[in-house]
């Protein structure tokens, strides 16, 4: 059962920007720091944003500036608004959940969606 679910993926051009979703159930989405994970070909995954249940925002260096992660309780739903995107941003993102604990790892995931920016 697909529990996290994303959408918003795409191909833009350098500069442009996309909206990145995924919806949970509330039993997750009210319980779990929620955030995402991208990974391009050959790379390391790399944590791209985080945010906790009281909207504390944690953001990767390459993406601090350009990228805002929101969540939204009334529709279960985190959001990252991806702007000024660079063709070293083209990477699969993977929407996850993990409990609020300092250390712990993600115990959901999103299916991915593809992002590619295009020079």
């Known amino acids: 059962q697909v529990q996290l679910v994303e959408s918003g993926g795409g191909l833009v051009q350098a500069g442009g920007s996309l909206r990145l979703s995924c919806a949970a159930s509330r039993s997750i989405f009210s319980n779990n720091v929620m955030g995402w994970y991208r990974q391009a070909p050959g790379e390391q995954r790399e944590l791209v944003a985080s945010i906790t249940l009281g909207h504390i925002t944690n953001y990767g260096d390459s993406v601090k500036g350009r990228f805002t992660i929101t969540r939204d309780y009334a529709k279960n739903t985190v959001s990252l608004q991806m702007n000024s995107l660079k063709p070293e941003d083209t990477a699969v993102y993977y929407c996850?959940?993990?409990?609020?604990?300092?250390?712990?790892?993600?115990?959901?995931w999103g299916q991915g969606t593809q992002v590619t920016v295009s020079s």
């Open positions: 996850f959940a993990k409990a609020p604990a300092s250390g712990t790892q993600p115990n959901y």
